[in-house]
């Protein structure tokens, strides 16, 4: 682990479409074929499907693992909105409470091996599984989702001591710590930096046509119609990394495939109080279970100028 002099060179489309592949998956594959016919003969309608699938999480097994720390978790849960029922969890009695908020199709039990080390140090850790995420009910979910669902869980259990979030849930708390969201210190991890370049990069995976992209985005827009302003810029990280008061540590790995690390030294350009920790080797996912990281982490939460030291 390292801190980085790099700078961002997040400038433009290609950028953050960084090394995102097209999906060989069959089911991709189809969809391919269908959204370029749909750009010729009916791209409204290919517009609205692009849109639908992009709010849609895909579900995946949990691991054994994933699966023991859930059984040692607390288990409540509240409507959200009709047929929307959200799990959350609580593990530990510490009156030093960490909110962690993970990433697209992820869930709260990704992070199980921060939760053990967390307990161990003396934290209360409190999740949740968004709409459509883990045992969650929905079948699509948000930015605001997210937003709202941290609002409603420091209802219940106060402000935080810390947030800790993961990719796409790094981009919903870097919105949430300037609308509500009460925490002193922020953790993001493998974060995008620009709301619409998770556009660009759902466009490389399923091989949409700029047409088809257009008209999708178009109906994002529309879904966020109560909110004024440019969606764009407003949820995007390294914007709201600018109004941000907390004090951040924005860790990325530089082999992470899916999210480009320039897209982190953006946010921690723009960020006041921040640090950078770049890593080697983890990639988007696995990083959320190095033991030096999360002990990086900890520290961070703990003390913020012995993480200073540390990293420098």
């Not at 883990?134 to 209802?155: A, N, W, Y």
């Not at 509500?180 to 995976?205: A, C, M, N, R, W």
């Not at 190095?290 to 703990?302: G, P, Q, R, W, Y």
């Amino acid at each position: 682990m390292t801190m980085s002099s790099a700078q961002s060179n997040i400038e433009n489309k290609v950028d953050l479409k960084g090394n995102t592949k097209q999906s060989n998956h069959p089911v991709a594959k189809a969809l391919h074929i269908f959204f370029k016919a749909g750009d010729r003969f009916f791209v409204n309608k290919a517009g609205e499907i692009a849109s639908n699938l992009w709010f849609k999480p895909r579900k995946f097994k949990i691991s054994t693992h994933e699966r023991n720390i859930v059984e040692q978790a607390e288990i409540a849960s509240f409507s959200l909105s009709q047929n929307k029922q959200v799990t959350y969890y609580r593990w530990g009695k510490s009156k030093k409470t960490i909110l962690l908020v993970h990433g697209w199709e992820g869930r709260a039990s990704q992070f199980y091996k921060m939760i053990q080390h967390l307990i161990k140090n003396d934290y209360s850790v409190i999740s949740f599984d968004a709409p459509g995420h883990g045992s969650s009910q929905g079948k699509d979910s948000d930015i605001i989702e997210f937003h709202q669902i941290m609002l409603h869980l420091q209802k219940i259990f106060g402000s935080f001591d810390g947030v800790i979030a993961h990719s796409f849930g790094a981009i919903c708390a870097s919105y949430s710590i300037n609308n509500g969201l009460e925490s002193d210190k922020i953790v993001t991890i493998s974060t995008p930096s620009h709301f619409k370049g998770l556009v660009y990069k759902f466009q490389v995976i399923l091989g949409l046509t700029d047409n088809v992209t257009d008209r999708l985005c178009k109906n994002i827009e529309s879904r966020f119609s109560e909110h004024h302003g440019d969606i764009w810029q407003n949820f995007s990280a390294y914007v709201n990394a600018r109004r941000a008061s907390a004090k951040a540590l924005i860790v990325h790995d530089k082999n992470d495939k899916e999210v480009p690390y320039e897209e982190s030294v953006l946010i921690d350009e723009n960020w006041t109080d921040s640090q950078l920790l770049l890593t080697e080797g983890l990639g988007h996912k696995r990083i959320l279970k190095d033991e030096a990281t999360i002990n990086s982490i900890t520290e961070f939460l703990a003390n913020t100028q012995a993480s200073e030291t540390m990293l420098n």
